[in-house]
């Protein structure tokens, strides 16, 4: 099918647009964002969508990131489209984030395309047909998307692969790949940007996109097809999880106070992935913020379902699962509530050979395998202690005082804990037991959203 009537056709049967809407579109230079806009600029006009483009300078590649500015200038005015463009210290929000620069990029990016839509939404008045961002992301980076979150140990939601319409943002090319993009610019003789970096391997998609995938497409030449398309699937099993959920928690779901209960014995007589959903769900009925919590939080919690009254566990943000006399229960614990803990992300993959540990100050590797309990993001306590190399064993309140952290702070400082045993003082330093070591099979990566430097 010709890549515009593909693109227009995605369109329709993903409504990504309305009569009379608007659309920002997303560009960076490179082919598949150039061809998005050349083909959504002879899809708009007055009886389909208004159309804007959108580029940022990342700051990261010195004059090749600018030349990637002047070339989407030049094809904007070329195409006679309205384009803002945003310069965004990307390396230093890097830093001061505890983020990938890849990461950071994309952060800033998407934050960028939401303020302008916001601003757009206000100019069109309310009742305006809506106004959508789009991004030139295709069936390859969605199958690279999928690979990507495989290895890294993802649960299902993470295996669904890009979506092509999310909180605002469309993807007409999703439906098409790399190969036809590159072809369609050429037979019509449409210039682009490459970026250098995309044949470097320092990053993880590019090593999946530049020796994976081709491996694959070796084995079978619609491998990233395919891999789609098991995305999609399991797109539709984690919406069935979802809703079944929820339906079960609406009917056997209570509260007491701000803690959420269940049964244990109904859920107990449910499939172990369905009951990963259903605590997941009474977590979020308690307040939970779950962008703090993993895989790895979510099961602990429910292998306690069920057991001996009393026993509990703490999760992070000041969340705690535990078994009452009336059910299981997820809420919010009564300690830590006036002192401010800091947002985690976790994941959780297997050590391979050639993984490089971050040498980044609020992103840590950790042995998972030698963790007793799942790991708790608090303040400190008395009892505390930590691993120093060689063995030695230190009070977390030694460290302090040696480290002369005044006395105000130290309570303030949050440390992420395996019971009374330290892992990492946020901030400071790791134990040197739970080091990543040559005998570690289950990496847990440790990163802080926003931490202070």
Request: charged letters at 35%; aromatic letters at 10%; hydrophobic letters at 35%.
């Given at each position: 099918m010709e890549l515009e009537k593909l693109v227009q056709d995605t369109m329709k049967i993903y409504h990504m647009t309305e009569k009379g809407g608007h659309i920002v579109a997303a560009v960076s230079g490179g082919a598949d964002s150039a061809c998005l806009l050349r083909v959504l600029?002879?899809?708009?006009?007055?009886?389909t969508f208004t159309l804007e483009a959108f580029h940022m300078n990342h700051c990261l590649r010195g004059a090749e990131a600018d030349r990637d500015e002047q070339f989407t200038r030049e094809l904007c005015r070329e195409l006679e489209i309205p384009l803002t463009v945003v310069k965004r210290d990307v390396r230093t929000y890097s830093r001061e984030n505890g983020v990938s620069e890849e990461e950071a990029g994309r952060l800033l990016r998407y934050r960028e395309l939401h303020a302008i839509l916001e601003q757009r939404k206000k100019e069109r008045g309310k009742g305006a047909p809506e106004c959508m961002a789009a991004t030139a992301h295709h069936r390859d980076d969605s199958a690279e998307t999928v690979l990507y979150n495989l290895f890294r140990g993802s649960g299902l939601k993470g295996l669904r692969g890009i979506a092509p319409v999310?909180?605002?943002?469309?993807?007409?090319?999703?439906?098409?790949?790399r190969e036809n993009i590159e072809k369609w610019m050429k037979e019509n003789g449409y210039p682009w940007c490459e970026d250098s970096t995309n044949h470097e391997d320092h990053y993880a998609r590019n090593r999946i996109r530049l020796k994976i995938l081709p491996?694959?497409?070796?084995?079978?030449?619609?491998?990233?097809?395919n891999i789609v398309r098991a995305g999609g699937l399991i797109?539709?099993?984690?919406?069935?999880l979802e809703r079944q959920a929820e339906e079960l928690c609406e009917h056997n779901c209570f509260?007491?106070?701000?803690?959420?209960?269940?049964?244990p014995e109904v859920l107990n007589g449910e499939p172990d992935i369905l009951r990963t959903y259903v605590i997941r769900r009474m977590l979020r009925m308690s307040g939970c913020p779950m962008r703090n919590l993993g895989a790895v939080h979510v099961n602990a919690a429910a292998a306690l379902a069920g057991g001996q009254t009393g026993k509990r566990i703490d999760l992070p943000g000041g969340w705690r699962a535990w078994n009452g006399y009336e059910g299981f229960f997820t809420g919010p614990g009564p300690e830590e509530k006036e002192k401010q803990l800091p947002d985690l992300r976790f994941s959780l993959f297997p050590l391979e050979k050639g993984m490089e540990i971050p040498k980044n100050q609020y992103?840590?590797?950790?042995?998972?395998?030698?963790?007793?309990?799942?790991?708790?993001?608090?303040?400190?306590?008395?009892?505390?202690?930590?691993l120093l190399p060689g063995g030695g064993k230190k009070t977390l309140k030694a460290y302090m005082i040696d480290e002369k952290i005044p006395r105000q702070l130290?309570?303030?400082?949050?440390?992420?804990?395996?019971?009374?045993?330290v892992i990492w003082i946020i901030g400071y330093r790791i134990s040197e037991y739970y080091k990543v070591t040559a005998q570690t099979k289950q990496i847990l990566e440790v990163t802080v959203d926003g931490g202070e430097k």
């Open positions: 600029k002879r899809l708009s006009g007055p009886e999310s909180d605002g943002v469309i993807r007409p090319l999703i439906r098409t790949d491996l694959a497409e070796e084995i079978n030449g619609e491998a990233a097809a797109a539709q099993a984690e919406e069935y509260r007491n106070g701000n803690a959420v209960g269940i049964s992103t840590k590797w950790f042995d998972y395998d030698r963790m007793k309990d799942v790991p708790f993001l608090r303040f400190r306590r008395t009892g505390d202690y930590f130290r309570d303030r400082i949050p440390v992420l804990a395996d019971g009374d045993h």
